[in-house]
């Protein structure tokens, strides 16, 4: 079947051709490993995930190669390391900025499969490619397109033509709008780092040999660790490189001038997820509207819930986090568990898989996923949401969300007392019922005749509900 992406780089969505359908590959900008990933960072990991799965149907599983990498040199890694040495922790700085970094992949691991993403095919570390770093520089440097100063390797902005490409923005544009570093060793002020020198106390390596003279102990920039790690494992051309909408500019545009000046066709097809909001609102720390994917995990919410909110919205569009669509996921994935448990998985639905290849619509293929649940067919279901990441057997989270027997006895008498006060026409006292069971954590959803299904919020509590009075 043809597969549709829209290309950031061309604006333009079009079938798409891989260089070699024997090994397609594409470059995901993976996380920078100093705390956890909050629900914005998995939002192009969800998105990648279906693209993986999509492609791996397309091509087959071992004709698909699929890198995300982790930055584990970063000035905040290495601040969070100096706070725990200050703190009494044992160790060199060195030893720390390690282990900080092993505990950070180990969470993000965790939290991306609690999510029901696959892993990658490889998970470059930009500490394995400092070598593969250097030379580039090197290179850039011997074709004029980076200078040494003060320690620091700079890429010649100046010097590369099709800088702001991507971004459909010139270079005036970007300096009158984005926050640059303004030194004096630059030549021009949008020129951007490829190598700075190290302290002591700091991770560092031999830089680069510019002109005849080295750069000293240093580390990398953070552009050129992904223009490095994607030629080291992809090639000098590939098919896909993508990530969130806030690495379009600077980090993406520098990576096409890195790669591109060194004289590689680098990645054809650009795809960009737009961002994430909470109840309408820009997350942020300050509105008190941040979160971790692990705060969600530790809420309650199971991960396949979270996925099934990211998959409700496309991928270009915002995506709005709300109390309703958690609900609206929880509940349809619950009744979906409910249908398919058991049942072997049939194929997937022909028309699920034209919405993922037409540039991931993911909603449209959630949309038929509720058309199949309502017409009761579980073997296609099962199939077409396990596509996606969804309705893995293995959850059971499901199963707890009913209630026992004494308990489910309970609401339906509390329920009968809702009904005769509706019958009264008291309906400030069937009011008072339905508030009563909220509180507890059961939400009652009235159907039609007087029938009626319960849902359990986090937070249910069994106790407080056998409480009640009837």
Known sequence: MDIKLTNT???????????????????????????????????PVVMFDVLFRLLRRVYGADHVTYARNFTDVDDRINQTARQRKADGAPGTLEDLIH???????????ADMAALGNLSPSVEPRATEYIAQMVAMIEDLAAKGFAYGAEGHALFRVDAFQDYGKLSGRSVDDMIAGAR?????????????????????DEPGWDGPILDGVSLGRGR???????????????????????????????????????????????AQVWMHNEMLQVEGKKMSKSLGNFFTVRDLLDQGIPGEVIRFVF??????????????????????????????????????????LAAVSDD?????????????????????????????????????????????????????????????AKAAKDFAAADAVRDALAQVGVAVVDGPGGTFD??????????ALMALAE
């Open 9 to 43: 780089l061309t604006r333009k969505k079009a079938v798409f051709a891989p260089l070699d359908d024997q090994n397609v590959r594409m470059y995901l900008c993976g996380p920078t490993v100093y705390d956890r990933a909050h629900i914005g960072n998995a939002r």
């Open 454 to 463: 319960v849902e359990l919020k986090p937070g249910f509590d069994r106790d």
């Open 180 to 200: 640059v570093e303004v030194a004096p060793y630059k030549e021009n002020p949008m020129d951007f780092v490829l190598w700075k020198p190290s302290t002591d």
């Open 311 to 352: 998959l409700s919205t496309h991928y270009s569009k915002p995506m709005d986090w709300t109390e309703a669509k958690r609900a609206e996921a929880d509940g349809a994935l619950s009744k979906w568990h409910k249908l398919v448990d058991g049942v072997a998985p049939g194929d997937v639905d022909a028309g699920v």
């Open 220 to 266: 990398p920039g953070w552009h050129i660790e992904c223009s490095a790690m994607s030629h080291a494992l992809l090639g000098e051309s590939f098919d896909i490189h993508g990530g969130g909408l806030d690495l379009q500019f600077p980090h993406h545009e520098n990576e096409i001038a890195q790669s591109c000046a060194c004289g590689h066709g680098f």
């Open 360 to 420: 991931l619509n993911t909603a449209g293929a959630l949309t038929i996923l509720h058309a199949l649940a309502k017409n009761g067919d579980a073997a296609t279901l099962a199939a077409s949401a396990q596509f996606l990441g969804l309705l893995d057997p293995a959850q059971d989270w499901w199963k707890s969300e009913g209630l026992d027997a004494d308990a489910m006895a309970k609401v339906d008498a509390l329920q009968a007392k809702r009904a005769a």
């Open 99 to 109: 282990d900080r970094a092993n505990e950070t992949i180990a969470w993000y691991h």
